[in-house]
């Protein structure tokens, strides 16, 4: 079935209001409103615009809001808030130091990769958050700089969330609305990533030899630290290899991944008895569930016009005469778009229109994986490509401050030399993979 979509008053308002918020959103930094302002007024508008001129309504609306996205996310911050404090993740960074040995890139290999594990079953933002400061203790207690390792925490974070379907957001948003399984998403992503994280640590590597080389004080640091609470950080690995193999059975449960995630989180707060509840719940960051809540509210009024199905038919052509060009571009054109600006609303504009043209009876299931991989890598492009990155910056920003030496900061310019020729280099190589196994990414899931 073969719909032609033409133009009309509808689609023209809902795009206005759409693109209008986007820009809001981008622009962050020049009129400095906080995005998820934009995005709760983009929604408004579009629900009453839309109630107006017939298109849309707040039923409609809030059946457009991808929950599982919202839950999923929401139960995971509420685990990791209560992981926090335990103190493990402290001892974990330290046992590496230790194990190091003052070997310089032994150290940011083994820190990068405690980095990109974690950031395969807790989000990107987070890894980083718990790393970030402790790189900086244990870089400043050996006498080292610390941009190297600050720097391979920000790109393997947003390479190892690549990985699984919990990993990174825009993963979650494309494996709800592509009804992709947890093993399917990870068979798909994990050797591509594994590659990827080869690439980066090359690139940092080559990049960083001359600080790389220098001979630290050596420090025994097997005594810095004890973990303060033993029983809480215990049950909380063991309820996350539980939620691990969950995520593995969960399609054959029939279950969505935030029942997952709020199986984990019920067990961890009966489980563990000195959990403040108020405490573990105000650390959800609703600033960012409100956004993500907004911006569904927004994709869904313009869905509802099908004018994304209106734009699709425009490249549809284009994915006819050739799926592995346009697979690829669209990694590459989803990867510049989300080294500058932020790849969720990219990522959520993308599905419907794939959707469209899955509509149509188009194989879209490569496109799937090239969306996956272009805003996940894409985030390594640029010092505002991700969340976590933006983090990092910060702090060392603030570090430079501290010590008043400009050199610790990570400037735009520092992350353009260092950081884009990894992401240059985990595009290229997953291009090739891409290209290589076709077939295997471009069989259809179901």
Same mark, same amino acid.
């Not at 573990?280 to 609703?286: D, G, K, Q, V, Y």
């Given at each position: 079935?073969?719909?032609?979509?033409?133009?009309?008053?509808?689609?023209?308002?809902?795009?206005?209001?759409?693109?209008?918020?986007? &820009?809001?959103?981008?622009?962050?930094?020049?009129?400095?409103?906080?995005?998820?302002?934009?995005?709760?007024?983009?929604?408004?508008?579009?629900?009453?615009?839309?109630?107006?001129?017939?298109?849309?309504?707040?039923?409609?609306?809030?059946?457009?809001?991808?929950?599982?996205?919202?839950?999923?996310?929401?139960?995971?911050?509420?685990?990791?808030?209560?992981?926090?404090? =335990?103190?493990?993740?402290?001892? %974990?960074?330290?046992?590496?130091?230790?194990?190091?040995?003052?070997?310089?890139?032994?150290?940011?290999?083994?820190?990068?990769?405690?980095?990109?594990?974690?950031?395969?079953?807790?989000?990107?933002?987070?890894?980083?958050?718990?790393?970030?400061?402790?790189?900086?203790?244990?870089?400043? =207690?050996?006498?080292?700089?610390?941009?190297?390792?600050?720097?391979?925490?920000?790109?393997?974070?947003?390479?190892?969330?690549?990985?699984?379907?919990?990993?990174?957001?825009?993963?979650?948003?494309?494996?709800?609305?592509?009804?992709?399984?947890?093993?399917?998403?990870?068979?798909?992503?994990?050797?591509?990533?594994?590659?990827?994280?080869?690439?980066?640590?090359?690139?940092?590597?080559?990049?960083?030899?001359?600080?790389?080389?220098?001979?630290?004080?050596?420090?025994?640091?097997?005594?810095?630290?004890?973990?303060?609470?033993?029983?809480?950080?215990?049950?909380?690995?063991?309820?996350?290899?539980?939620?691990?193999?969950?995520?593995?059975?969960?399609?054959?449960?029939?279950?969505?991944?935030?029942?997952?995630?709020?199986?984990?989180?019920?067990?961890?707060?009966?489980?563990?008895?000195?959990?403040?509840?108020?405490?573990?719940?105000?650390?959800?960051?609703?600033?960012?569930?409100?956004?993500?809540?907004?911006?569904?509210?927004?994709?869904?009024?313009?869905?509802?016009?099908?004018?994304?199905?209106?734009?699709?038919?425009?490249?549809?052509?284009?994915?006819?005469?050739?799926?592995?060009?346009?697979?690829?571009? %669209?990694?590459?054109?989803?990867?510049?778009?989300?080294?500058?600006?932020?790849?969720?609303?990219?990522?959520?504009?993308?599905?419907?229109?794939?959707?469209?043209?899955?509509?149509?009876?188009?194989?879209?299931?490569?496109?799937?994986?090239?969306?996956?991989?272009?805003?996940?890598?894409?985030?390594?492009?640029?010092?505002?490509?991700?969340?976590?990155?933006?983090?990092? &910056?910060?702090?060392?920003?603030?570090?430079?401050?501290?010590?008043?030496?400009?050199?610790?900061?990570?400037?735009?310019?520092?992350?353009?030399?260092?950081?884009?020729?990894?992401?240059?280099?985990?595009?290229?190589?997953?291009?090739?993979?891409?290209?290589?196994?076709?077939?295997?990414?471009?069989?259809?899931?179901?």
């Amino acid at each position: 079935m073969h719909h032609t979509y033409t133009l009309d008053l509808p689609m023209i308002l809902s795009a206005i209001i759409m693109a209008t918020t986007f &820009v809001g959103i981008f622009t962050e930094g020049l009129h400095g409103l906080h995005r998820t302002k934009f995005a709760l007024l983009g929604a408004l508008a579009m629900i009453v615009v839309g109630q107006i001129y017939g298109f849309y309504s707040p039923e409609k609306a809030i059946e457009a809001i991808d929950w599982n996205v919202v839950f999923l996310l929401g139960a995971m911050m509420t685990i990791v808030s209560i992981m926090i404090p =335990t103190g493990g993740f402290e001892a %974990l960074a330290y046992k590496i130091a230790d194990l190091s040995k003052g070997r310089l890139f032994m150290l940011l290999v083994m820190m990068g990769t405690a980095v990109a594990v974690i950031s395969l079953m807790l989000d990107n933002v987070t890894t980083v958050v718990i790393f970030g400061p402790l790189i900086i203790l244990i870089t400043r =207690t050996l006498g080292v700089n610390p941009i190297p390792y600050l720097l391979a925490a920000a790109l393997l974070s947003d390479t190892g969330g690549v990985a699984t379907l919990v990993g990174d957001p825009p993963n979650l948003m494309i494996g709800s609305a592509a009804d992709i399984s947890f093993n399917s998403f990870f068979i798909h992503m994990a050797g591509l990533v594994a590659v990827a994280y080869i690439a980066t640590v090359g690139v940092l590597r080559f990049l960083f030899r001359k600080e790389l080389r220098i001979v630290p004080k050596s420090l025994d640091f097997s005594k810095v630290e004890e973990i303060k609470d033993k029983t809480t950080w215990r049950i909380a690995l063991a309820v996350l290899g539980l939620m691990v193999f969950l995520f593995i059975i969960h399609h054959a449960l029939g279950w969505d991944a935030w029942m997952v995630a709020t199986i984990g989180l019920t067990l961890l707060l009966f489980l563990s008895p000195n959990t403040d509840m108020d405490k573990a719940f105000s650390s959800i960051e609703l600033t960012l569930l409100a956004f993500f809540i907004a911006l569904f509210v927004i994709i869904g009024g313009v869905e509802q016009t099908h004018f994304l199905e209106y734009v699709g038919s425009y490249i549809e052509p284009f994915v006819q005469s050739d799926l592995l060009v346009a697979s690829i571009t %669209l990694m590459w054109v989803a990867a510049i778009f989300s080294a500058m600006i932020d790849n969720i609303p990219f990522t959520a504009a993308m599905i419907p229109i794939i959707l469209g043209m899955e509509s149509q009876g188009i194989n879209v299931t490569p496109l799937w994986w090239s969306l996956a991989i272009g805003v996940g890598m894409g985030g390594n492009g640029t010092h505002l490509g991700s969340t976590a990155n933006v983090y990092i &910056v910060t702090i060392s920003e603030r570090l430079a401050k501290e010590k008043n030496d400009p050199s610790l900061a990570i400037t735009p310019g520092v992350w353009f030399a260092k950081g884009t020729p990894a992401m240059i280099a985990t595009l290229i190589t997953s291009s090739l993979l891409m290209w290589l196994f076709f077939d295997f990414f471009a069989t259809p899931m179901h």
